[in-house]
């Protein structure tokens, strides 16, 4: 059981070991490519009940600088369904008709089961995106993703671009050289890949943006939000 999505009604505090899963790649992407195991510190309670303090932005922020990582994570909403539709967008929206009206953004739902169990991009090239609104500035910590849950259909890389405000442009989320980050995903349809973001984004709205697939773009997802404390 993945600690960070299930939460059992007692407050705990776990270790769990997390190995990021990568495809075969192409002899280039090598070059970008982390590979890592460590220690993930996931919060196993609920932090939003109503017997949870209410957590400072600035005092997760100011831990979040002072370490370039985040203490620990909770699930945003996805699969518990708290994230609602009108929060989550993608390129080409407004021609999701017929039968990709079964396919839509809000079905992106991290272990989402049967007919339209994940969003699937009408378009498959390099210019799509699904977009997330936290409906206010947050610390977004990780990702999660899938692919379909009934066909053998996947993304393999994406990248990620925030900003805070509406107006403002959108930044992408570099590496450690001054890049674009390149995140590596699925390579099957079931497994859910978790990639950290260190340091995290502060914003408000987060855009996935698929580099690479299997077959056609299809994700299902949860982000993980930055908390300096669950208690």
């Known amino acids: 059981e993945q600690p960070w999505i299930h939460y059992p009604p007692v407050c705990v505090v776990q270790e769990e070991e997390v190995v990021v899963q990568e495809e075969e790649l192409q002899e280039e992407d090598q070059q970008v490519i982390e590979t890592w195991t460590s220690n993930i510190k996931a919060c196993t309670c609920d932090c939003e009940s109503a017997e949870s303090p209410t957590l400072s932005l600035k005092n997760i922020i100011n831990v979040t600088l ?27 929206q407004d021609q999701y008709t017929s039968w990709y009206s079964s396919w839509i953004p809000n079905k992106a739902r991290l272990n989402n089961q049967g007919f339209g169990c994940a969003w699937l991009s009408k378009f498959n090239d390099q210019y799509q ?4 609104d936290l409906k206010e500035v947050g610390v977004v910590s990780g990702i999660l993703t899938q692919g379909r849950c009934d066909a053998d259909e996947w993304i393999t890389k994406y990248s990620i671009q925030y900003r805070s405000v509406e107006t403002l442009n959108w930044i992408y989320y570099k590496d450690q050289t001054g890049n674009n980050r390149v995140f590596y995903g699925n390579s099957d349809r079931s497994s859910t890949v978790q990639n950290l973001l260190r340091p995290p984004i502060v914003a408000r709205y987060i855009r996935l ?6 077959t056609r773009i299809a994700i299902r997802m ?10």
């Open 209 to 214: 943006l698929p580099l690479g697939w299997h």
């Open 222 to 231: 949860e982000l993980l939000m930055c908390m300096n404390k669950c208690t």
């Open 66 to 92: 002072s370490s370039s990582e985040c203490p620990y994570h909770s699930a945003l909403g996805f699969e518990s369904g708290s994230v609602t539709s009108d929060q989550i967008s993608c390129s080409n």
């Open 129 to 132: 995106w699904l977009q997330i």
